[in-house]
């Protein structure tokens, strides 16, 4: 069974910066793509950012050259480093894997405040 967790979240002042981290078990990270949503009060889910088994990465325009994807192997571990945070950035973040077409796993989400 795929469980996905993500920690991490918390309340920053905007301009800060907070690592998010998304621990998996019953899936192994590197053969797998990895993703970052976020939801926002009020708002539909949006793609955050990708990380391909094959090491690609993508962004959203909104967090591109502020966010940053990564992996870490040996704790079957997935990271979204984000700096110069802005308060539209506040939402729930979470993580799920990807198939294809479809996002068939997800965690239970990690909240992030931007607020001064």
Request: aromatic share 10%.
């Given at each position: 069974?795929?469980?996905?967790?993500?920690?991490?979240?918390?309340?920053?002042?905007?301009?800060?910066?907070?690592?998010?981290?998304?621990?998996?078990?019953?899936?192994?990270?590197?053969?797998?793509?990895?993703?970052?949503?976020?939801?926002?009060?009020?708002?539909?889910?949006?793609f955050?950012?990708?990380?391909?088994?094959?090491?690609?990465?993508?962004?959203?325009?909104?967090?591109?050259?502020?966010?940053?994807?990564?992996?870490?192997?040996?704790?079957?571990?997935?990271?979204?480093?984000?700096n110069s945070l802005?308060?539209?950035?506040?939402?729930?973040?979470?993580?799920?894997?990807?198939?294809?077409?479809?996002?068939?796993?997800?965690g239970?989400g990690?909240?992030?405040?931007v607020?001064?």
């Amino acid at each position: 069974q795929v469980q996905l967790v993500e920690s991490g979240g918390g309340l920053v002042q905007p301009g800060g910066s907070l690592r998010l981290s998304c621990a998996a078990s019953g899936l192994i990270v590197s053969r797998n793509n990895m993703c970052w949503f976020r939801q926002a009060p009020g708002k539909e889910r949006e793609f955050v950012a990708r990380i391909t088994w094959s090491d690609l990465t993508y962004y959203s325009d909104p967090v591109k050259g502020r966010f940053t994807i990564s992996r870490d192997n040996a704790k079957n571990t997935v990271h979204l480093q984000m700096n110069s945070l802005k308060p539209e950035d506040t939402a729930v973040y979470y993580c799920a894997r990807n198939v294809g077409y479809q996002y068939i796993d997800w965690g239970q989400g990690t909240q992030v405040t931007v607020s001064s």
